[in-house]
């Protein structure tokens, strides 16, 4: 894809805000007062990365901004045998929301 002479490149930062906010309406970034981190998908509050059950995970989030929860749902992997099968992972719910 070319990029027009008067357009200015889109940097990897920038091209994940715009589909995050595309798809979910949400911003990736923190929250500007208090710097907690919340799911793109769900908005859940206070994301940290002792939630991610693995390195994988945390490297969707740092790319994705979406809770353990939300990736489960997404990718439809298994939390026990981590393939799509037929255990009931497909009802997991999203992290509650921090009040």
């Known amino acids: 894809m070319s990029q ?3 357009q200015k490149p889109v940097t990897c930062e ?4 715009r589909v ?10 923190g ?7 919340h799911c793109v998908a769900c908005g859940s509050y206070g ?3 002792r939630d991610f ?3 994988v995970s945390r490297r969707e989030w740092d790319i994705s901004r979406m809770c353990q929860a ?3 749902l997404t990718f439809k992997d298994c939390p026990d045998c981590g393939a799509d099968c037929d ?6 719910e999203p992290m509650e929301r921090a009040s």
């Open 4 to 6: 027009r002479q008067d």
């Open 14 to 17: 920038e091209f994940r805000e």
């Open 20 to 29: 995050a906010q595309a798809i979910f309406g949400r911003s990736r970034k």
């Open 31 to 37: 929250c500007g007062v208090c710097g907690a981190e």
């Open 47 to 49: 994301v940290q990365p």
């Open 53 to 55: 059950r693995d390195d």
């Open 70 to 72: 939300c990736q489960d």
């Open 87 to 92: 255990c009931g992972c497909d009802e997991i």
